[in-house]
């Protein structure tokens, strides 16, 4: 029977594909009886779910390609050891003949116990195992609960062949870290649905930024859905249709290929200049995640990058909590990306960790902190701790000794701040000129305007920068006060407040009078509705996902930069939110 859901459309477009039902955290192990007529039958459901670990793990080892490093298949031996562990399984089988319990919660106590015994151990090598033993704990209690199987694989190898499976399917799921999406990358997955996370949580950016169909917030997703349904993602109403009847099916697939030959049509804009029909120059740039996202964005478009997120390069290396990346790694990856730019300028931001971008493995955030987007994240962080910050400095330093990198500092909020930075960054020149290394004496610094605070003294940070570049994800965040990846509060993103719309302008203003150009890299510059306001108001550099370049460039083209600032002006003076949405959806209507 075919049914529809409810949720947050957060990366536009449709697609159609079978659920893959996806547990990102083990449900809850119950205790149940059983009667002693059912013991064997408890035994058999036990060994039958450990024989089928062991054939994942099986599969795993002879699908994986040959030149895969063997430090990253070890793993798969030393589970498959386990598996065959006399000390957990004899345990686990006496367990349940004694108690007269389920299989789950027999194998449960007895790996309790044993993890009770690693945890009294101090040699560090040990206590590494004692992953292991939870993850092999963690397969068998998958295999029991019948539950789709568990992706550490996915998390070790990266293996596009491994993760083949997921080719083509609709992957939902309670949330995803920045991790999870980015492996999922490999996949070539159809879309996804997450039953919590708001629109301006990292996984939507980046389901955004792969061209992805998503949608979130869509409570309960997992009860409503079964694996291997056949599900239709509307990524631009928010609406999951279960089930769909050939009817609806064949509208989906007619719009698919619609908005294909659409899309089609954008590349003729590709390499082209982003000029307005009156002649302005505007500078259009994209936003990467990792090194390799260049080969993304040069497929729509022979341009620089405005941000780099260089979150996922900590995150991607941290499997403990005190393994970053070395300067000299970090180095190898920003000059990688440099490279691939062709002369292209590369503005690296500095890490923004903590709030919806945070490592695996933290040891930063207790479970105290109630308000992580308010806590130790982005500058704060690095300020706190010197020893993180200072080789991703040098790192950024040493590659703008090879070509046009820059540094953008994210989260300021006051000079104070500013300057601190500033001092570890001549700092670091001092160091890198001792070691008489190549860098750029006169790197180009600039700083992120997202926190109201900074766009009101926007002046006086400009006074002291290169740049400027508003990231309005955590400015609209911090502004009207609601929390960027909880869908229950994600209404209140509205990027037409007019709140909002004076800062932006104030940052604009700031960088005018102080000679200084100022981008934006936030959502709201990928955003087609706010384009034609923006270049009125006096934005000319932006920064905005691969995937919505060549749109974005098709606006500017197509707009007359005179008229577009008279019509700005006039949005600009009103006050109610309502009539600013109506006004500037009458001015797209009119220009487009
Ligand atoms: C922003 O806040 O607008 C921004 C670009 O940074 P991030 O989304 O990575 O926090
Ligand atoms: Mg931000």
């Given at each position: 029977m075919s049914s529809t859901l409810q949720g947050i459309g957060v990366s536009k477009g449709i697609c159609i594909g079978q659920a893959y039902v996806y547990y990102r955290e083990l449900p809850e192990v119950l205790e149940y009886s059983i009667s002693k007529y059912d013991i064997d039958?408890?035994?058999?459901?036990?060994?039958?779910?450990?024989?089928?670990?062991?054939?994942?793990?099986?599969?795993?080892?002879?699908?994986?390609?040959?030149?895969?490093?063997?430090?990253?298949?070890?793993?798969?031996?030393?589970?498959?050891?386990?598996?065959?562990?006399?000390?957990?399984?004899?345990?686990?089988?006496?367990?349940?003949?004694?108690?007269?319990?389920?299989?789950?919660?027999?194998?449960?106590?007895?790996?309790?116990?044993?993890?009770?015994?690693?945890?009294?151990?101090?040699?560090?090598?040990?206590?590494?195992?004692?992953?292991?033993?939870?993850?092999?704990?963690?397969?068998?209690?998958?295999?029991?609960?019948?539950?789709?199987?568990?992706?550490?694989?996915?998390?070790?190898?990266?293996?596009?062949?491994?993760?083949?499976?997921?080719?083509?399917?609709?992957?939902?799921?309670?949330?995803?870290?920045?991790?999870?999406?980015?492996?999922m990358q490999h996949q070539k997955i159809a879309g996804f649905i997450t039953e919590y996370g708001g629109p301006l949580s990292h996984t939507a950016i980046l389901a955004r930024n792969l061209g992805i169909p998503a949608i979130v917030g869509v409570h309960n997703a997992k009860r409503f859905i079964q694996a291997n349904e056949l599900l239709i993602l509307d990524g631009n109403t928010g609406e999951i249709h279960i089930n769909p009847a050939k009817k609806e099916l064949s509208l989906s697939k007619s719009l698919i290929r619609d908005e294909r030959q659409r899309r089609k049509n954008l590349f003729d804009l590709k390499n082209k200049p982003a000029q307005t029909t009156d002649g302005l120059k505007i500078n259009l740039y994209g936003n990467i995640d990792r090194a390799e996202d260049v080969r993304t964005l040069r497929q729509y478009d022979h341009t620089g990058v405005g941000l780099y997120r260089t979150e996922m390069l900590f995150i991607d290396h941290n499997d403990s909590p005190s393994d970053l990346p070395s300067e000299e790694k970090q180095f190898e990856t920003y000059r990688r990306a440099l490279r691939s730019?062709?002369?292209?300028?590369?503005?690296?931001?500095?890490?923004?960790?903590?709030?919806?971008?945070?490592?695996?493995?933290?040891?930063?955030?207790?479970?105290?902190?109630?308000?992580?987007?308010?806590?130790?994240?982005?500058?704060?962080?690095?300020?706190?701790?010197?020893?993180?910050?200072?080789?991703?400095?040098?790192a950024i330093l040493r590659t703008a000794g090879y070509g046009p990198a820059c540094m953008m500092i994210p989260m300021i909020s006051c000079v104070s701040e500013l300057d601190q930075t500033l001092e570890l960054i001549e700092q670091s020149k001092v160091e890198l000129k001792a070691r008489r290394v190549r860098f750029d004496q006169h790197i180009k610094i600039g700083a992120m305007i997202e926190v109201p605070a900074a766009a009101l003294a926007a002046d006086s940070l400009a006074s002291k920068l290169d740049f400027l570049s508003i990231g309005t994800n955590d400015l609209i965040q911090y502004t009207l006060a609601f929390d960027r990846?909880?869908?229950?509060?994600?209404?209140?993103?509205?990027?037409?407040?007019?709140?909002?719309?004076?800062?932006?302008?104030?940052?604009?203003?700031?960088?005018?009078?102080?000679?200084?150009?100022?981008?934006?890299?936030?959502?709201?510059?990928?955003?087609?509705?706010?384009?034609?306001?923006?270049?009125?108001?006096?934005?000319?550099?932006?920064?905005?996902?691969?995937?919505?370049?060549?749109?974005?460039?098709?606006?500017?083209?197509?707009?007359?930069?005179?008229?577009?600032?008279?019509?700005?002006?006039?949005?600009?003076?009103?006050s109610d939110p309502q009539e600013i949405i109506q006004a500037v959806d009458e001015m797209n209507r009119r220009f487009s």
């Open positions: 039958k408890e035994v058999k459901r036990f060994e039958d779910a450990r024989a089928r670990a062991q054939q994942q793990l099986e599969n795993v080892k002879n699908i994986i390609s040959s030149d895969t490093p063997h430090d990253i298949t070890l793993f798969i031996d030393t589970h498959l050891l386990m598996l065959d562990d006399p000390v957990l399984f004899e345990d686990t089988v006496s367990h349940i003949r004694a108690r007269l319990c389920n299989a789950e919660w027999a194998l449960q106590a007895q790996v309790d116990r044993i993890l009770s015994v690693f945890d009294e151990m101090d040699d560090p090598y040990l206590k590494t195992r004692k992953d292991d033993i939870i993850h092999v704990t963690e397969r068998i209690q998958r295999c029991l609960m019948n539950e789709p199987e568990l992706n550490h694989e996915h998390e070790k190898l990266e293996s596009g062949k491994f993760g083949a499976h997921l080719k083509g399917r609709i992957i939902v799921t309670d949330d995803l870290t920045p991790a999870d999406t980015l492996l730019l062709k002369g292209h300028p590369l503005t690296i931001r500095t890490t923004d960790l903590g709030a919806d971008k945070e490592l695996v493995n933290t040891t930063q955030h207790g479970p105290l902190v109630h308000n992580p987007a308010l806590g130790l994240r982005a500058i704060r962080r690095c300020l706190k701790d010197p020893s993180i910050f200072l080789p991703q400095i040098k990846i909880d869908d229950e509060v994600s209404y209140l993103y509205n990027p037409l407040n007019p709140a909002v719309l004076k800062l932006i302008q104030m940052t604009l203003n700031a960088g005018e009078s102080q000679g200084i150009p100022v981008s934006m890299c936030g959502e709201m510059a990928s955003d087609t509705q706010y384009t034609r306001l923006l270049l009125g108001m006096g934005l000319q550099y932006f920064s905005v996902q691969a995937n919505s370049l060549l749109e974005i460039k098709r606006i500017i083209n197509r707009s007359e930069i005179a008229q577009l600032r008279k019509q700005s002006e006039i949005i600009m003076s009103l």
